[in-house]
């Protein structure tokens, strides 16, 4: 069972940055990495993934403004998420995908002036 614990939530003012950080405990190996949220009364969506190669894909919401990296030595995906805006408010879930798909608990991020 991959444990996956998330970091790096709370509340910004609108055009404020913030970075996510989730860190997977696992004896198997990790594949694809990624963020989904999900906003209240929306179904989750993609937000972004990385290969273990460094290949990655952005929801078209978030892309230019959300970086998506990770330390494959630490099993650890990083999200820097810049020019926040009132609508990526949201819990953020971390998911890593080994022979199955595993979830993050989600961190709060509340964009708000």
């Known amino acids: 069972q991959v444990q996956l614990v998330e970091s790096g939530g709370g509340l910004v003012q609108p055009g404020g940055s913030l970075r996510l950080s989730c860190a997977a405990s696992?004896?198997?190996?990790?594949?694809?990495m990624g963020w989904y949220r999900q906003a209240p009364g929306k179904q989750r969506e993609l937000v972004a993934t990385?290969?273990?190669?460094?290949?990655?894909n952005y929801g078209d919401s978030v892309k230019g403004r959300f970086t998506i990296s990770r330390d494959n030595g630490k099993n650890t995906v990083y999200l820097q998420m810049n020019s926040l805006k009132p609508e990526d408010t949201a819990v953020y879930f971390c998911?890593?995908?080994?022979?199955?798909?595993?979830w993050g608990q989600g961190t709060q991020v509340t964009v708000s002036s």
């Open positions: 998911n890593a995908v080994t022979s199955v798909s595993n």
């Open positions: 696992s004896i198997r190996s990790i594949y694809t």
């Open positions: 990385i290969t273990p190669g460094g290949i990655t």
